[in-house]
């Protein structure tokens, strides 16, 4: 049985009527830009995420740019991020003029490990950037505890993780700013590129709608240098229509990773867990096993979709290998996780025959 990895055109047939009907919407309006399609769902998303404020921007790399920029953080400050991750977080600091301060990784959930954080918080740090990864919300509680006293800003990168929760609340709404990315894949995602910012403090969502839109508060009258950034109507809608279904298919994720760890179970895999405090939206279901290679061309072979996520930490890539800094936890995860297949529309069979083929793998060789 082929299996992919994931397969955006399922979900599209899923709501083909829904997601048709919206943008014709759109497109008989002639409005695409800052019209009521984003003006909804800004409300809608940030409601969901239980912040008073939502900003739809171009990207998820844009929403770290941005926020960066409303919270004031200039050349010379220091960020404290995770190297295990997408390099956007680390780059948008560093585009900033401000310093990425790489902290280790936490080797159950591989979220930055605030126990690492504090051993690099300085006078000069003035914001951290935890990423909730693969759809496991970080440990806010214990950040924003080193934080707070210090006049430390928390950015949640929530790119991967919308609607999981920490200690029952939403991604979104824990840290000072949340930047979330609409990437097709992501499991709130565009048909194209499109990004977001909550937040709960009204000044900095005033900075932010003023920095995506040149700086702009009306027509033609520039208060400062800003960005064109800003979420077009179009996807707005299409947004707009999958946000409705998305608790449903985070439920859908959340079965299929159960069924994954019943049957992988016992295996010299490490598979994901959720600790109590933790309610994961399964982006990605990734596994760790020193055999990395050998399994992932095993399940290739056999017709089975996989991806590393990610093969090298951002440490080790070509901008930064000048820190030379040593984060054993995050090289080691680099070396070993293993993403299988996991999105909502997948089929119990075709879990079961990826499951069969990582257990075949293990079986032991004549």
Known sequence: MTVPFIDLVREYTSIKAEIDAALR???QSGQFILGPHGEAFEAELAAYSGAAHGIGVGSGTDALRLALDALGIEPGDEVIT????FIAAAEMVSKAGAVPVFADIDAETYAIDPREVEKHLTTRTRAIIPVHLYGYPADMTALLELARPR???VIEDAAQAVGAEHRGRRVGGLGDVACFSFYPTKNLGAYGDGGFVTTNDAAVAERLRKLRHHGQRARYDHESLGWCSRLDEIQA???RVKLRHLDRWTARRRTLADRYRALLFGLPLRLPRERDAAHA????FTVATEQRDALQKYLTDRAIGTAVHYPAPVHR????????VSLPVSERAA???????LFPEMTDDELEAVAAAVRGFFAPRA
Not at 82 to 85: E, G, I, R, Y
Not at 281 to 284: E, F, G, I, R, S
């Open 237 to 239: 809608a299409i947004l």
């Open 151 to 153: 006049g430390i800003v």
């Open 335 to 341: 070396r070993e996780v293993l993403s299988l297949p």
């Open 281 to 284: 939206v399964y982006h990605l």
């Open 82 to 85: 995770t190297p295990f991750t």
């Open 317 to 324: 890539q070509a901008p930064y290998r000048d820190l030379a």
């Open 25 to 27: 919407d759109v497109v």
